[in-house]
């Protein structure tokens, strides 16, 4: 069976500090992966896509990047939070087309 | 562009009530649909969804919903709500994507839905 893990569960950065999230996914090779942020009441928003092992794709531009260094597993980080980093921070996979995504747990991250 | 409209905020009934949310879309192309259930603090769980055939979709604990292309709307219904159905749903469109980068899965602003015992 397939299991997508993320870490930390939950991170308290100051404002200007780097971050560093990551996703695991075991049991599926070659998947989609995705990250999504949510606000706190808000809906999710796509932050980057990855099909590859190496490549990443921007859909929104938050002063955050991703990375694929290994086809299980997708890192999301910043040299310098802001405030408005602040929220719920969603990794998943799919296996393209109309496969519906499995969600990590998420990492609930809040910037002061 | 695919927008997703989900026009209540936040509804409330009691157990054993059926309740309905209400899901509504935009989109040219070729698509498909799907809920979400999200519990307070975690990740989000597919429900169900649909691309093609019966518009009627069955999905996990008794969910189900209706694709309805003359009012571009995929409603989710239950016809007797428990208070563990107590959750945020998020409908969500996607358009097909075969072979190509990835696939895009727009969420609506999600309903937060309440159960009363």
């Known amino acids: 069976a397939q299991t997508i893990h993320q870490w930390p569960v939950a991170e308290i950065k100051a404002v200007g500090s780097p971050l560093s999230l990551g996703c695991t996914i075991k049991?599926?090779?070659?998947?989609?992966l995705y990250w999504y942020w949510q606000a706190t009441g808000g809906t999710l928003q796509q932050l980057f896509y990855?099909?590859?092992?190496?490549?990443v794709e921007s859909v929104v531009q938050l002063n955050l990047s991703a990375s694929r260094p290994k086809d299980d597993q997708f890192i999301l980080s910043t040299e310098k939070l802001l405030l408005s980093h602040s929220g719920f921070y969603l990794c998943?996979?799919?296996?393209?087309?109309?496969?519906?995504?499995?969600f990590g747990s998420g990492t609930r991250l809040l910037v002061i | 562009t695919q927008t997703v409209s989900q026009s209540d905020a936040h509804v409330t009934v009691f157990e054993g009530d059926s309740v309905e949310l209400r899901c509504n879309y935009s989109y040219g192309g070729s698509i498909y649909l799907s809920w979400y259930i999200q519990h307070h603090g975690h990740g989000l769980q597919f429900l169900l969804k649909?691309?093609?055939?019966?518009?009627v979709v069955q999905g996990v604990n008794g969910f189900e919903a209706e694709f309805s292309k003359s009012d571009s709307s995929f409603h989710l219904r239950k016809a007797s709500v428990h208070w563990s159905d107590s959750a945020v749903y998020f409908c969500?469109?996607?358009?097909?994507?075969?072979?190509?980068?990835?696939?895009?899965?727009?969420f609506g602003i999600g309903t937060l839905l309440s159960v009363k015992p």
């Open positions: 969500a469109v996607s358009h097909m994507n075969y072979g190509s980068s990835g696939n895009k899965l727009i």
């Open positions: 990855s099909i590859t092992v190496g490549q």
């Open positions: 649909y691309y093609s055939g019966n518009p």
């Open positions: 049991g599926k090779s070659s998947p989609n």
């Open positions: 998943a996979w799919s296996t393209g087309g109309d496969s519906d995504y499995t």
